[in-house]
């Protein structure tokens, strides 16, 4: 407890929780500028977010958070906050990641639990609380590929490949909104979900930056985990599980293979845009634990677009112009069977 922040950090808990015999363990990091902490008092744990102003907002946390507790979707409860200093103390889930817990035995019902909540999260009219998922945000992520992945690789585009690159983003925008919209928490995967001692229901963390778009998105996030992969005819299997838990007005007009293509295209348009922001968390923020992670999202992206003929033109562009560089510097995707 050596700098000025942590001390800051413990004066204010003090204030809070009305004692000194407080003991504060900092987590491992994530891929931003917060911190977490674990505060123990008389046997009781609590965790902490250090959300340092001017670099992090706790703001829009605090207020989605609340939201969503009050919609029974299962989130921290808020102990106490100062936003002007970046200080938020939560309910503690524990230590239990949901990613830890999944194998080839487990992982169907541990899936299943997850699909529950979120078609109860995608039932709450969230419309008037979160921004849209806009046709700008969506094209915007994708050029992330363009913006640092492909200077990484020395690649210029010329105008016809730049012109095809925009063509393929405007293609993938729209698939998503041609979607029923709903809340997206938009990094559902299993770093994110919490098993709670003594609770069915799995905590959900790091619903900072929802919004209102397709409602694929999540299902990808957490099915097609950049982190982790599954046998394709299983990943199928589930989104006929999560298909089947759909309200009737979400499969208006829309048969399983056309939910299917629907959660394929939004898998791409997020396999692009993963691939520029793993290499920016890289050279911009000096994060280099999601290198690793870069060759399985390229499979991820050079198989989906197999079936969809709207892509070939701009997959042609990425097996032949991009691939082979990118093995050369971030490796080959191992297949797992």
């Not at 009305?18 to 491992?28: K, P």
């Not at 969503?68 to 921290?76: A, T």
């Not at 829309?254 to 939910?259: G, N, P, S, T, W």
């Not at 290499?279 to 290198?291: A, I, M, T």
Request: hydrophobic fraction near 40%.
């Amino acid at each position: 407890m050596n700098t000025q922040r942590e001390t800051l950090i413990q004066t204010w808990l003090e204030s809070v929780l009305q004692s000194d015999q407080i003991q504060i363990n900092f987590l491992a990091g994530d891929a931003s500028f917060r911190r977490y902490a674990r505060i123990v008092l008389n046997n009781k744990t609590f965790m902490l977010m250090d959300a340092p102003p001017p670099k992090e907002d706790c703001g829009p946390f605090v207020a989605i958070d609340q939201f969503l507790d009050q919609q029974g979707v299962r989130v921290p409860h808020i102990i106490a906050q100062d936003l002007a200093q970046g200080f938020l103390l939560l309910e503690d889930f524990g230590d239990v990641v949901l990613a830890n817990l999944l194998n080839d035995e487990t992982v169907d019902a541990h899936y299943a639990q997850s699909f529950k909540q979120l078609i109860h999260l995608q039932s709450v009219d969230g419309k008037n609380q979160l921004p849209k998922y806009s046709s700008e945000k969506l094209i915007s992520e994708m050029q992330l590929l363009t913006e640092w992945l492909l200077p990484s690789l020395k690649i210029t585009p010329n105008e016809q490949e730049q012109s095809l690159i925009q063509k393929t983003f405007d293609f993938l925008a729209n698939a998503a909104l041609k979607q029923p919209q709903v809340i997206v928490h938009r990094d559902f995967h299993s770093r994110n979900l919490m098993v709670i001692e003594g609770e069915v229901e799995q905590g959900v963390i790091d619903f900072q930056d929802a919004v209102i778009g397709a409602d694929t998105y999540d299902l990808i996030s957490i099915t097609r985990d950049a982190y982790v992969q599954w046998n394709a005819e299983r990943v199928y299997g589930w989104f006929k599980v999560f298909y089947d838990l759909l309200p009737e007005s979400a499969k208006q007009d829309r048969d399983f293979e056309q939910f299917k293509r629907d959660a394929d295209l939004m898998a791409i348009q997020r396999h692009i845009k993963i691939l520029g922001i793993f290499v920016r968390l890289y050279e911009r923020d000096g994060k280099s634990g999601y290198l690793k992670d870069l060759p399985r999202v390229m499979w991820y992206l050079l198989e989906e677009s197999q079936p969809y003929a709207e892509l070939d033109d701009f997959m042609h562009f990425i097996r032949t112009a991009v691939l082979p560089k990118f093995e050369e510097k971030f490796g080959k995707y191992e297949v797992v069977a």
